[in-house]
């Protein structure tokens, strides 16, 4: 009897399991139609050019062509970030900058004096956010706004999933963010503004008051598709290197300043010396420049260019080019055309530490001397390079980006004299709008 009603027991337990199995597989899919519907709707009534959106874009398209790892990593992301802050919460920006970034709060610090240090004295006032910008988010009783009509300028979509984005993590106090929509900087130093007015820029010159923020168009260096990703855990850099001996560039003109800034010189380098660059340009205005002669060329992913070639060139275009963070990441040599441009990480850059100096301007460069000088060094070179990637992985990582930039709201949050309040002109924004 007792042999029966054990036996009895374990038919049951197995009998279980399957339902068991049947009710996680529901609540799991549950879970993500909850998370996935309101995006939906967001993409059927008002779609939003966000990051986000066009990160779920390019996932789209890989799966419809078969790939469907991309796709999935995507979703599983987004549903975890969601999630796990209906679940555990969000950490306070003191407990966050000192669990998650306790190594990096000391590097990031001078910078960030640098970048507000013509507030520290008078503070910012409402009159002096009035006067910034259009464009601009605000935070308010944990809940973030955006100004409207600015989902739709240029670069701000961008910098607003990345502010939704670090919300996700982290509760922010309120605060008004004014935006640059646009690549050069706004904020320029005058006598008569003092302090000057807070604008949140990618870039700035030296005359520039802007307070830069991270871009992150590119996305995380290394969470990105196959053909753009050009990170390897083991370098092939040093004297076995098997690619090219020769450096590879492709872009835009560069709008108003690119051509001037090195772009032209590259071009017509790659003319008159296929040997030393393969370089090209993606764009071209006849109207402008006359016919293209040959610079005009196919895209070539970034994948296929640290895969094929040991060096690539960095030049700037209206303002910095993002492209710096990617190049770094990889396992090619960065030659970086000098210049008065910088993002936020800049100051951390070190010459013949992180990369190959150049110089550059609208019809020289100095490539030929560069590469001769990598050539004969290739150890020197192989070191170059991993501290490039070390570089990359501390600062350029997602962690190193959310770092800096919760550390920089932080500081510039303690510097706000009034009280925020909401005017007619926003509109409230959802976590799920953007990432």
Sequence with gaps: MRLSRLSSLRCARRASLPRLCILVVILLGTVVLVDLIPRMVIVALEPRETAYWEAWEEAYVNREAGDWMPWLKEKAGMTGRRWRTVLFGRKSVNHFLKTECANLVQTYEPLIREELHWW????ITKD???????????????KVYLSHGSERARLIPTYHSLIQRVRLRVKL???????????????LLRRELDPPTPIFSFCKLSNFSDIMLPNTIEGDVFLRAPDKRAFRPKSRAGPKDPRLPKAVWRGSTGGFGGLVKGRAALLNLGLQRPDLIDSGVLDWDVNRYGDDGGRLKEKMSFGEQ????????????????VRLALQLASDAAVLKIDSPELEWYYPLLQPWVHYIPMTANETWCNLEEAIGWAEAHPAKVAQIVKQATDFALNYLSARGRDCYFVQLLDAYHKLQRDRVSLGSNVEYTPEWSCC
């Design 173 to 187: 106090p309120d605060m008004v963010i004014p935006l640059n929509p646009g690549d050069e900087p706004l904020a």
């Design 120 to 123: 520290e004295q008078k503070g």
């Design 128 to 142: 002096l956010l009035d006067r910034s910008t259009d464009a601009k988010v605000i935070i308010y009783q944990d």
């Design 306 to 321: 640290v895969d094929r070639y040991k060096y690539l060139v960095w030049v700037p275009g209206n303002c910095a080019s």
